[in-house]
């Protein structure tokens, strides 16, 4: 059983900051890809930012240079660090992980919950 569990969403004024976390736990041998997708009403989900276990990171045109992804492998944690918030920002943030949770097994895709960011003054 895996279980990722987001935290740090809320309500911040625009040109605000808040950091995301969320933390991967359960029986997990190995996690490669770590994301962040968010999904705004009535819009679908879209791609926030993606790290891998090395390092490398991939971060959406609507985010760059204002959002930053990062993570901690041996809290199986990833972060995402938001700052110059605007009022598109606004949606139900989403992390998800690959996840291996046996050596010979093959890799799943899990999502957290959701936590929601609002930006508004």
């Known amino acids: 059983q895996v279980q990722l569990v987001e935290s740090g969403g809320g309500l911040v004024q625009p040109g605000g900051s808040l950091r995301l976390s969320c933390a991967a736990s359960?029986?997990?041998?190995?996690?490669?890809?770590m994301g962040w997708y968010r999904q705004a009403p009535g819009k679908q989900r879209e791609l926030v930012a993606t790290?891998?276990?090395?390092?490398?990171?991939n971060t959406a045109d609507s985010v760059k240079g204002r959002f930053t992804i990062s993570r901690d492998n041996t809290k199986k944690t990833v972060y995402l660090q938001m700052n110059s918030l605007k009022p598109e920002d606004t949606a139900v943030y989403y992390c998800?992980?690959?996840?291996?949770?046996?050596?010979?097994?093959?890799?799943?895709?899990?999502w957290g919950q959701g936590t929601q960011v609002t930006v508004s003054s």
């Open positions: 359960g029986s997990i041998f190995s996690i490669n890809i």
């Open positions: 998800n992980a690959n996840i291996k949770t046996t050596v010979v097994g093959g890799w799943r895709l899990s």
């Open positions: 790290i891998t276990s090395g390092g490398s990171t």
